[in-house]
Structure formats: structure tokens, C-alpha cells
């Protein structure tokens, strides 16, 4: 006889998905505006780079003192927080008219990618361990809100202007936040950690899991989340598209990674993540060293980089599957703190490689060298590291 499931597991587990994507989309706010901001400014590819990648990076840091909150309040309370502290940045960044002010908020915009943190160890205590792949890669999805900030927020500023536009979602957010505190509710198992979160966080850095994990989700969560704010910018640059237009095609890119982690969750149950891993981490090196060719749009090149976003995505869904097998549930949520942020800041610092290498080659080619061997030394890594896991 199957196990009984709790009630409410599929409606909390869509809840959690619906304000991940939310976050997501106000997270991702600036990286479909980046030429018009360009223009307006006068910014320099660096300056732009810049721009594009500093909301990541406190949307990477932050998730380690909010994957530890979450362990102590729970994933209810912390999503409607999340909601509410970004309506700030948000607001503030759709009335800056300045490249510093567009810096300073841009940095607090972060707070909205933090959310990923939460839902995390919110979604796997509502699920047993021989579901949490599957159950985390669904969540994972939520990144698709990238997908809806690259397709919709360009037109959206078309329609209704900027300032209109970042007043709108500033009411979502309101709303999803409220939506959670009313709806939303904590696994029926879940327990508030009562350890202080600076000793859980020591305990924490002190699994290797932690740092193995971190690894490998700072290459392919970081190069989704490189690709996803960056590529509008490098689309324009190389291939001469259109605001619109690149916003269209980063939409794509992001959907095909959308749709790829939660197959990444639900492969690494049925055949473990270490395969999983293993082919998306492959994948990676050969699609970055086809795309250092600068092949002509759209084929190859979408087609090649359609491939990088499955690839990339099988890879976000196999690093958690792995994070549940290798590491307790009560301590989940720290780990994922910690491995959260360096997949976040594994997609800060490409942006601006690649904006540096634009100023000084005129070209992306060395940038999409250096993906290929960062992606060949994680899947080195995870062939000598965890050979036995899959089969343990």
C-alpha cells in the first residue's frame, strides 16, 4: 500500500512555486532594460555588466542568513517577507534616474532573489525523501520567472512606462505576500530550529557536502543566472536584436532551463544525480566551445543555446537531488543557504567577465572559453568525487 500523503502537499508545493517566479521576475528587473538604461545613461559595456549582475549579488549572499531564518521560523512567514521588503527596491528602481541610484537600488533588489533560500527547505519537509527530487525540481521551475521578466517586462514598459510597470509589480508582490501568510502553511513535520542560526551556519561549513554542492550548483545554477540576466545585453551586442526582440529570445532560453530542471529532479530520483550531473556538466563544455565559434543566429546559435539552457537546467535539479541525499532534513535549510549563494555568485561574476571581454577583444569568444573549462573541471569533479553515490 502506497504511503499516505499530508493534505495540502501539492497546493503548498504550488504556492511556493508561484512566489519563487514572482520573486524571480522583480529580481531580474533591470537585465531586459540594460540597453535602454545603456542609451539613456551613456553607460560603458562594463558599466552595464555592472549593473546587470549587482542584484545578483545580494540576491546570492542574502541566502544564507535567510536559508538559516527559514530553519527557525518557516518557509509561510519568510515567503511573505521576502514579498513585502522587495516592493522597496523595486518602487526605487523604477523611478532612478541615475546610474548610481540604478546601482544602490539595483543592490537591494537583490532581497528578491533570496527567495529561492526559502522554498527549498519549505517544499522538502512536505515531501518524503524518495520525492524530493522531483518535489524541488517542480519548485525549481519558479526560476521561470527570469522567462517572464525577459518576454514581458520590455513590453510591459512599452505599454504602461517604466515607472508604471515597476508600480505594478509592486502591487503582485503585495499581494503574493499576503496570498502566502493567508494560504500557505508549514509541513505538518516541520519543527522551528531552536539552535542560534551563527552556530548552525559554523555546522553547516563544516559538511563537505556543503562545499561539494556549492561547487557544482555555483556552475550550473550560476550560468543560468548569468545567461538569464546577461544574455538581452550580449544578444543586442552580437546579433544586433531588438530590445523586444532579445527579450524574446532570453525567454526562451529561460523556459527551456524552466522546463529541464524539473526533469533534472525527477532523473536524479529514477537514475541518481550524479548522472544527471555528469550529462548536463558534458553538455555544457561542448555547447559553450560551439557558441566560442560565434555561430550566425538563429541556427545555430538558438539552437545551441536552447541546448546550454537544458543542459544548465538538468544540472539545478541534480545538485539539489544530491543536497537531499547527502544531508539531514533539519539541516537542509542552512546547507541550502549556503549552496544557494554560490550559485548565486556563481552568476555575478560572468556578466562582468564578459562585459570586460567585449571592451577588450570586441568579441564573447574567450568568455564562452573559459564556461567550457569551468564546466569541464565540475564535471571532472563530480565523475571522481561521486563515482559510488548513485549506486550507494
Same mark, same amino acid.
Given at each position: 500500500?502506497?504511503?499516505?500523503?499530508?493534505?495540502?502537499?501539492?497546493?503548498?508545493?504550488?504556492?511556493? =512555486?508561484?512566489?519563487?517566479?514572482?520573486?524571480?521576475?522583480?529580481?531580474?528587473?533591470?537585465?531586459?532594460?540594460?540597453?535602454?538604461?545603456?542609451?539613456?545613461? %551613456?553607460?560603458?559595456?562594463?558599466?552595464?555588466?555592472?549593473?546587470?549582475?549587482?542584484?545578483?549579488?545580494?540576491?546570492?549572499?542574502?541566502?544564507?542568513?535567510?536559508?538559516?531564518?527559514?530553519?527557525?521560523?518557516?518557509?509561510?512567514?519568510?515567503?511573505?517577507?521576502?514579498?513585502?521588503?522587495?516592493? !522597496?527596491?523595486?518602487?526605487?528602481?523604477?523611478?532612478?534616474?541615475?546610474?548610481?541610484?540604478?546601482?544602490?537600488?539595483?543592490?537591494?533588489?537583490?532581497?528578491?532573489?533570496?527567495?529561492?533560500? !526559502?522554498?527549498?527547505?519549505?517544499?522538502?519537509?512536505?515531501?518524503?525523501?524518495?520525492?524530493?527530487?522531483?518535489?524541488?525540481?517542480?519548485?525549481?521551475?519558479?526560476? $521561470?520567472?527570469?522567462?517572464?521578466?525577459?518576454?514581458?517586462?520590455?513590453?510591459?514598459?512599452?505599454?504602461? $512606462?517604466?515607472?508604471?510597470?515597476?508600480?505594478?509589480?509592486?502591487?503582485?508582490?503585495?499581494?503574493?505576500?499576503?496570498?502566502?501568510?493567508?494560504?500557505?502553511?508549514?509541513?505538518?513535520?516541520?519543527?522551528?530550529?531552536?539552535?542560534?542560526?551563527?552556530?548552525?551556519?559554523?555546522?553547516?561549513?563544516?559538511?563537505?557536502?556543503?562545499?561539494?554542492?556549492?561547487?557544482?550548483?555555483?556552475?550550473? @545554477?550560476?550560468? @543560468?543566472?548569468?545567461?538569464? =540576466?546577461?544574455?538581452? =545585453?550580449?544578444?543586442?551586442?552580437?546579433?544586433?536584436?531588438?530590445?523586444?526582440?532579445?527579450?524574446?529570445?532570453?525567454?526562451?532560453?529561460?523556459?527551456?532551463?524552466?522546463?529541464?530542471?524539473?526533469?533534472?529532479? /525527477?532523473?536524479?530520483?529514477?537514475?541518481?544525480?550524479?548522472?544527471?550531473?555528469?550529462?548536463?556538466?558534458?553538455?555544457? !563544455?561542448?555547447?559553450?566551445?560551439?557558441?566560442?565559434?560565434?555561430?550566425?543566429?538563429?541556427?545555430?546559435?538558438?539552437?545551441?543555446? !536552447?541546448?546550454?539552457?537544458?543542459?544548465? %537546467?538538468?544540472?539545478?535539479?541534480?545538485?539539489?537531488?544530491?543536497?537531499?541525499?547527502?544531508?539531514?532534513?533539519?539541516?537542509?535549510?542552512?546547507?541550502?543557504?549556503?549552496?544557494?549563494?554560490?550559485?548565486?555568485?556563481? %552568476?555575478?561574476?560572468?556578466?562582468? /567577465?564578459?562585459?570586460?571581454?567585449?571592451?577588450?577583444?570586441?568579441?564573447?569568444?574567450?568568455?564562452?572559453?573559459?564556461?567550457?573549462?569551468?564546466?569541464?573541471?565540475?564535471?571532472?569533479?563530480?565523475?571522481?568525487?561521486?563515482?559510488?553515490?548513485?549506486?550507494?
Amino acid at each position: 500500500m502506497s504511503e499516505e500523503r499530508p493534505a495540502g502537499q501539492t497546493a503548498n508545493l504550488a504556492l511556493a =512555486t508561484a512566489a519563487f517566479a514572482l520573486t524571480f521576475w522583480a529580481w531580474n528587473l533591470i537585465g531586459p532594460l540594460s540597453s535602454s538604461y545603456s542609451k539613456q545613461l %551613456g553607460l560603458s559595456p562594463t558599466q552595464t555588466s555592472a549593473l546587470v549582475a549587482v542584484p545578483v549579488l545580494v540576491g546570492s549572499l542574502g541566502r544564507i542568513p535567510v536559508g538559516a531564518l527559514t530553519d527557525k521560523v518557516g518557509g509561510r512567514l519568510m515567503f511573505a517577507v521576502i514579498c513585502f521588503v522587495s516592493i !522597496v527596491p523595486v518602487l526605487l528602481v523604477g523611478w532612478a534616474g541615475s546610474f548610481g541610484a540604478l546601482l544602490l537600488w539595483g543592490f537591494v533588489l537583490g532581497v528578491a532573489g533570496t527567495s529561492f533560500a !526559502v522554498g527549498i527547505p519549505f517544499v522538502s519537509a512536505w515531501y518524503e525523501p524518495a520525492r524530493r527530487g522531483m518535489a524541488t525540481g517542480v519548485f525549481g521551475a519558479g526560476m $521561470g520567472g527570469t522567462a517572464l521578466s525577459a518576454f514581458l517586462t520590455p513590453r510591459l514598459v512599452e505599454w504602461l $512606462g517604466r515607472g508604471a510597470t515597476h508600480v505594478a509589480m509592486a502591487v503582485t508582490l503585495a499581494a503574493m505576500g499576503v496570498i502566502m501568510l493567508l494560504f500557505s502553511r508549514n509541513a505538518p513535520g516541520w519543527q522551528p530550529m531552536t539552535e542560534p542560526a551563527l552556530p548552525r551556519m559554523r555546522a553547516a561549513t563544516k559538511i563537505k557536502a556543503t562545499w561539494q554542492c556549492a561547487f557544482l550548483y555555483a556552475v550550473a @545554477f550560476g550560468g @543560468f543566472v548569468a545567461f538569464s =540576466t546577461y544574455l538581452p =545585453t550580449l544578444l543586442e551586442t552580437t546579433y544586433h536584436f531588438t530590445q523586444t526582440g532579445a527579450g524574446l529570445r532570453t525567454a526562451g532560453f529561460s523556459i527551456a532551463a524552466v522546463l529541464a530542471r524539473p526533469l533534472g529532479g /525527477v532523473l536524479s530520483d529514477r537514475v541518481g544525480p550524479v548522472r544527471v550531473l555528469t550529462v548536463s556538466f558534458a553538455g555544457v !563544455v561542448v555547447m559553450a566551445l560551439l557558441l566560442s565559434l560565434n555561430p550566425p543566429a538563429e541556427l545555430p546559435a538558438g539552437a545551441e543555446y !536552447v541546448l546550454m539552457a537544458v543542459f544548465l %537546467g538538468l544540472g539545478t535539479g541534480g545538485v539539489f537531488a544530491l543536497v537531499a541525499q547527502l544531508v539531514e532534513p533539519t539541516r537542509v535549510g542552512t546547507v541550502t543557504g549556503l549552496v544557494g549563494a554560490s550559485g548565486g555568485l556563481g %552568476g555575478y561574476f560572468p556578466p562582468l /567577465v564578459m562585459g570586460a571581454v567585449l571592451a577588450l577583444t570586441g568579441t564573447y569568444t574567450i568568455g564562452y572559453l573559459l564556461l567550457a573549462v569551468t564546466a569541464f573541471i565540475a564535471l571532472a569533479y563530480t565523475w571522481t568525487a561521486f563515482r559510488t553515490t548513485d549506486r550507494r
